[in-house]
């Protein structure tokens, strides 16, 4: 899945609304995600809302380099 916000309504919170919306009610215990590593306002929105990088990864041969980040849902 991916998520978007265009460039106008960048700032006004409408990605992290969306972002809280998608993982309302999962359940899950951590949420993993790809991220360019060039891509620094994402990158630093993402680590706002509590992720932490733990890799880098390429998902098939020829892509793009992306950093893997993970936000732990459950604590304890």
Not at 41 to 53: E, F, H, L, N, V
Request: glycine content about 10%.
């Amino acid at each position: 899945m991916e998520l978007a916000v265009r460039a106008p309504w960048c700032g006004h919170g409408i990605a992290r609304r969306l972002h809280d919306v998608v993982l309302e009610g999962t359940g899950v215990e951590r949420v993993l995600l790809n991220v360019l590593p060039e891509a620094e306002s994402a990158q630093a929105a993402y680590r706002s809302w509590g992720y932490r990088k733990v890799g880098e990864t390429r998902s098939w041969d020829g892509a793009a380099l992306h950093d893997v980040m993970v936000l732990d849902l459950v604590t304890g």
